[in-house]
């Protein structure tokens, strides 16, 4: 399942499910993506920690499920960090399927991303992280980053543009459904029955 495409205007919503984020940390990221001619909205109590770690994660999910909820939000942008499996169980698939909307994230966050994409089929997005857009956005439009989150948030490309040259170490062909993320946490998730790809028909990128 493919969601809308975003537009000129639309709202993104920046939460934070895997590290404890600050104003100062998450005001240059709003600065950017609204320089690019999005609406940026946060998730409720983004800013919530326990003793200078991030919330609790009851606290992330309620969070974390604000943006899902939200018919105004149509891209869901979150970063890396430590901790974002502990969310998974907590997150309303039932209304990411309601309303597919895009999800966005890297490293830590692929738990997020994968376990979304199995629980409802939507095609999530292996990407970009708020926290360096101000950096990606004052290179533009020369910044792969920047090029790639345009490609992939706002149309279709039919391939991906790699970053640099690729080392082949096994040369073939190979097609079929591409799955994978952050390594300590698919490997978890896969463990834990969280992350179940069909090793016949998907492509584990690890």
Same mark, same amino acid.
Do not use: C
């Given at each position: 399942?493919?969601?809308?495409?975003?537009?000129?205007?639309?709202?993104?919503?920046?939460?934070?499910?895997?590290?404890?984020?600050?104003?100062?940390?998450?005001?240059?990221?709003?600065? &950017?993506?609204?320089?690019?001619?999005?609406?940026?909205?946060?998730?409720?109590?983004?800013?919530?920690?326990?003793?200078?770690?991030?919330?609790?994660?009851?606290?992330?999910?309620?969070?974390?499920?604000?943006?899902?909820?939200?018919?105004?939000?149509?891209?869901?942008?979150?970063?890396?960090?430590?901790? &974002?499996?502990?969310?998974?169980?907590?997150?309303?698939?039932?209304?990411?399927?309601?309303?597919?909307?895009?999800?966005?994230?890297?490293?830590?966050?692929?738990?997020?991303?994968?376990?979304?994409?199995?629980?409802?089929?939507?095609?999530?997005?292996?990407?970009?992280?708020?926290?360096?857009?101000?950096?990606?956005?004052?290179?533009?439009?020369?910044?792969?980053?920047?090029?790639?989150?345009?490609?992939?948030?706002?149309?279709?490309?039919?391939?991906?543009? &790699?970053?640099?040259?690729?080392?082949?170490?096994?040369?073939?062909?190979?097609?079929?459904?591409?799955?994978?993320?952050?390594?300590?946490?698919?490997?978890?998730?896969?463990?834990?029955?969280?992350?179940?790809?069909?090793?016949?028909?998907?492509?584990?990128?690890?």
């Amino acid at each position: 399942m493919l969601a809308p495409l975003l537009s000129p205007g639309d709202i993104i919503g920046l939460a934070s499910p895997s590290w404890l984020a600050t104003e100062e940390s998450i005001a240059p990221a709003v600065t &950017a993506l609204e320089s690019l001619g999005y609406r940026v909205r946060l998730a409720p109590h983004i800013f919530a920690h326990g003793w200078d770690y991030a919330a609790a994660p009851e606290e992330r999910a309620v969070s974390f499920n604000a943006l899902i909820r939200d018919p105004g939000v149509r891209l869901v942008f979150f970063g890396g960090g430590e901790g &974002a499996d502990d969310i998974v169980p907590l997150l309303d698939y039932n209304a990411a399927l309601r309303d597919p909307k895009l999800y966005l994230s890297y490293s830590d966050g692929t738990s997020i991303l994968n376990a979304i994409h199995m629980r409802t089929g939507l095609v999530t997005l292996y990407g970009q992280t708020p926290g360096r857009m101000p950096e990606t956005v004052e290179r533009r439009p020369s910044d792969y980053n920047l090029r790639q989150f345009t490609a992939f948030t706002a149309s279709r490309p039919e391939r991906h543009t &790699a970053a640099a040259l690729w080392r082949t170490l096994a040369p073939g062909r190979a097609t079929g459904m591409l799955v994978g993320g952050y390594l300590a946490n698919t490997i978890f998730a896969a463990a834990t029955g969280q992350l179940v790809p069909e090793v016949a028909e998907d492509l584990v990128l690890l």
